[in-house]
């Protein structure tokens, strides 16, 4: 496809069970990023992929989070018991390898909301 | 933590009127960023200014960066309705190109 895709766009879960979220980055672009954001709020990093390279998962809130990359494309961010402070829009945005212009190109995001 | 912070946190104007949204930064940057968010999903990128730039226009928006001050300008001119959104700087540090930083936008409503 021509932009980054994310499923579900929605997900409502109960608290307590494990979710998957699914990023496709643009073909080609070997830096891939998850974003968490609360509503009204600004983007919390969360973690970055980058060719190769062991991600960065500084941004990550707890051990209950962790993502994959295959191949180097498709990601998935798994968020074990889910808590209701969980509940955000998670973005996933893909970018370039090297490039010092670091444009991210964004997905349209996955709703989840804990009950 | 953030890197940017914006503000002012919401503005609202008029169609026709111009409007002025501000970011500061703490850290030594290569680049600045201006995306837009528009109904909480994703975002796009609208601007970049580098580092040893001071001034850059793209249409309609003018961006500004003073690294000594640290702080970035965005301008939208002559604004319309479908201007409405969330807009957001964003930030790389200066020895890691590749991870951004965003701050924590500003709301920005244009009635018409």
Not at chain 2, 12 to 32: D, P, R, V
Not at chain 2, 83 to 108: E, H, P, V
Request: charged content about 20%; aromatic content about 8%.
């Amino acid at each position: 496809g021509a932009g980054v895709s994310q499923s579900p766009s929605n997900k409502v879960t109960e608290k307590g069970k494990d979710v998957e979220l699914r990023c496709d980055p643009i073909s080609g672009h070997t830096a891939l990023y998850w974003y968490r954001q609360s509503l009204g709020q600004g983007l919390e990093f969360l973690i970055y992929f980058q060719g190769n390279s062991a991600p960065d998962k500084s941004g990550l809130p707890s051990d209950r989070f962790s993502a994959e990359r295959t191949g180097g494309s498709v990601s998935t961010l798994t968020i074990q018991r889910t808590q209701q402070e969980d509940s955000a829009v998670y973005l996933c945005a893909s970018s370039r390898q090297g490039s010092i212009h670091n444009e991210q190109f964004f997905g349209p995001g996955t709703r989840l909301t804990v009950l | 933590s953030q890197q940017g912070e914006e503000d002012p946190q919401a503005l609202s104007i008029q169609e026709g009127e111009n409007a002025t949204m501000n970011c500061s930064y703490k850290t030594s940057i290569n680049n600045l960023q201006w995306y837009r968010q528009n109904s909480g999903r994703g975002l796009v990128h609208l601007i970049l200014i580098r580092s040893n730039e001071r001034e850059k226009h793209s249409g309609r928006l003018r961006v500004t960066l003073d690294t000594s001050k640290k702080s970035s300008s965005l301008l939208i001119t002559a604004s319309r309705a479908a201007d409405t959104a969330s807009y957001f700087c964003a930030t790389d540090a200066l020895y890691n190109t590749d991870k951004l930083i965003f701050g924590t936008g500003t709301r920005l409503q244009v009635f018409p």
